[in-house]
């Protein structure tokens, strides 16, 4: 397989005195198609989200990107490396509140001189519903129209990676098929796709499923059905009680 992100014995402590680790010693390759991270709420989903795209780096470990060691770069030529090859979907969409539809779909393209494609955004803005709602102001807009405009905004940069936290979990389900079908259509050109989510029927949707809990990754598994994802977590879970 193809590796686009490898990540070797990425630790975080925890701030809480007697906590386990946000992260520990997690090891991982990310290639192209659709990857899901599932597991309870505190088992380091979001945390190896963001140390996977840069975002964070960790207390300790390594992680390449194309190659480079991303947690060596100096923070102004991480920034400008990860900008040109990676789009983020934020859990709480991360838009600028004052900022319209069409501005914060935008705005990640002004530091590196972009101006966009207007016909790209036009086809986003149509495929997620948000056409008539390009001049509104994100402040106006509903949770799931927010979560879309946040997908939009990503999509924009053209990533060669993707990842997106819960992308799904503020829609409906028509939404959320819309969104579901870009995302596979995405990994199917190359494009690696990282996803944190709580919904089995959109992990099962993934090609590898990488299971945590108190900030380990505890497994690693193909395509699955929704009850096998479910099953999955529930036994990892009472392995971990008993360990």
């Known amino acids: 397989m193809e590796r ?20 520990d010693n997690c090891s991982i390759s990310i290639g192209p198609g659709m990857t899901a991270v599932v597991g309870p ?15 964070d780096v960790p207390d300790t470990g390594q992680m390449l990107a194309f190659g480079q060691d991303v947690y060596a770069l100096p923070d102004g030529q991480r920034t400008r490396f990860l900008r040109e090859r990676v789009g983020f979907v934020f859990q709480d969409y991360n838009l600028v509140p ?25 086809a986003l803005l149509n495929r997620f519903g948000l056409s008539g709602h390009h001049a509104a102001r994100a402040q106006e807009l509903s949770g799931g129209e927010r979560q879309r405009c946040a997908l939009i905004r990503a999509l924009m940069l053209s990533p060669k990676v993707l990842f997106a936290d819960e992308p799904t979990g503020a829609l409906d389900t028509g939404s959320s098929h819309v969104v579901l079908a870009t995302l596979k259509e995405m990994a199917s050109t190359g494009c ?9 029927n959109v992990a099962s949707a993934a090609d590898v499923i990488i299971f945590m809990r108190d900030g380990r990754i505890t497994h690693v598994a193909g395509s699955m059905a929704p009850k096998e994802i479910l099953d999955g977590m529930k036994e990892h879970e009472s392995e971990a009680d008993h360990a």
């Open 4 to 23: 686009i992100i490898e990540a070797y014995g990425l630790s975080k402590a925890s701030l809480t005195k007697g906590a386990p680790p946000i992260l």
């Open 98 to 122: 004052y900022l319209t539809v069409k501005e914060n779909a935008l705005l990640p393209l002004s530091p590196a001189g972009h101006r966009g494609d207007p016909a790209q955004l036009a």
């Open 41 to 55: 709420s505190g088992a380091g989903k979001t945390s190896l989200l963001y140390a996977l795209s840069g975002l």
């Open 192 to 200: 690696a796709v990282v996803v944190v989510t709580h919904d089995p």
